[in-house]
């Protein structure tokens, strides 16, 4: 995977994979305005994030809208099926994508990138406690291709964010960051390599 960089905060991530490449964009927003003219898998991958991204943020939405009910209110019975609908198709947006292109490294990156979601008729600390048990179900470590891709270390880093709260005192959120990051070192450790890659990024990543 390449990078791009337009300015400190506009840039392109885009896969390179023995095919020519040809894109258009505007640096005003490279990401939104964003047209793969040429490559199969560049048009594959960014066409699936977009949809992923766009899902992501209505299922989010949705969670808090039904925090707001009561779980037999009438209201929240639409939330959860609309959740579930949106869910669904999503999944199998993603499952095709990666069925169809299996060996394609756009597959490899949207199964990582693809995040669990938890069961919106759960509590709050019921949804917590799945996604975070769930967080590197489609994450294979051993895989040394996605090393260099931002795949691994955004998983890491969204998985670290799963143990942040606003309650928690200093010494609190400390060892529940101890907890994440043992995690992830019981997880890197199915190969010397990855656990290698991981303990760098743990001590340089967030310099």
Same mark, same amino acid.
């Given at each position: $995977?390449?990078?791009?960089? =337009? !300015?400190?905060?506009?840039?392109?991530?885009?896969?390179?994979?023995?095919?020519?490449?040809?894109?258009?964009?505007?640096?005003?927003?490279?990401?939104?305005?964003?047209?793969?003219?040429?490559?199969?898998?560049?048009?594959?991958?960014?066409?699936?994030?977009?949809?992923?991204?766009?899902?992501?943020?209505?299922?989010?939405?949705?969670?808090?809208? @039904?925090?707001?009910?009561?779980?037999?209110?009438?209201?929240?019975?639409?939330?959860?099926?609309?959740?579930?609908? @949106?869910?669904?198709?999503?999944?199998?947006?993603?499952?095709?994508?990666?069925?169809?292109?299996?060996?394609?490294?756009? +597959?490899?990156?949207?199964?990582? @990138?693809?995040?669990?979601?938890?069961?919106?008729?759960?509590?709050? =600390?019921?949804?917590?406690?799945?996604?975070?048990?769930?967080?590197?179900?489609?994450?294979? =470590?051993?895989?040394?291709?996605?090393?260099?891709? !931002?795949? =691994?270390?955004?998983?890491?880093?969204?998985?670290?964010?799963?143990?942040?709260?606003?309650?928690?005192?200093?010494?609190?959120?400390?060892? $529940?960051?101890?907890?994440?990051?043992?995690?992830?070192? $019981? @997880? +890197?450790?199915?190969?010397?390599? +990855?656990?290698?890659?991981?303990?760098?990024?743990?001590? !340089?990543?967030?310099?």
């Amino acid at each position: $995977m390449y990078k791009i960089v =337009f !300015n400190d905060d506009q840039y392109l991530d885009f896969v390179f994979n023995h095919e020519n490449i040809e894109f258009e964009t505007s640096v005003h927003d490279v990401q939104a305005s964003l047209k793969v003219v040429k490559s199969e898998e560049n048009q594959l991958y960014f066409s699936t994030l977009l949809y992923y991204k766009e899902v992501k943020e209505k299922l989010n939405m949705l969670l808090q809208l @039904k925090d707001l009910y009561t779980a037999d209110d009438v209201f929240s019975k639409q939330i959860s099926d609309e959740y579930h609908t @949106k869910l669904n198709a999503l999944n199998e947006r993603i499952n095709t994508a990666i069925k169809n292109n299996p060996k394609s490294y756009a +597959a490899k990156l949207l199964k990582v @990138k693809a995040e669990q979601f938890p069961d919106c008729d759960a509590n709050a =600390f019921t949804r917590t406690n799945s996604v975070r048990s769930r967080w590197f179900d489609n994450v294979d =470590f051993s895989d040394t291709s996605l090393f260099y891709s !931002n795949a =691994f270390t955004t998983k890491i880093i969204g998985y670290l964010q799963q143990f942040t709260s606003k309650y928690y005192s200093q010494e609190q959120q400390m060892q $529940m960051f101890k907890y994440g990051i043992d995690t992830i070192m $019981m @997880k +890197a450790k199915v190969s010397t390599k +990855a656990y290698n890659f991981v303990v760098d990024f743990m001590i !340089n990543g967030f310099e």
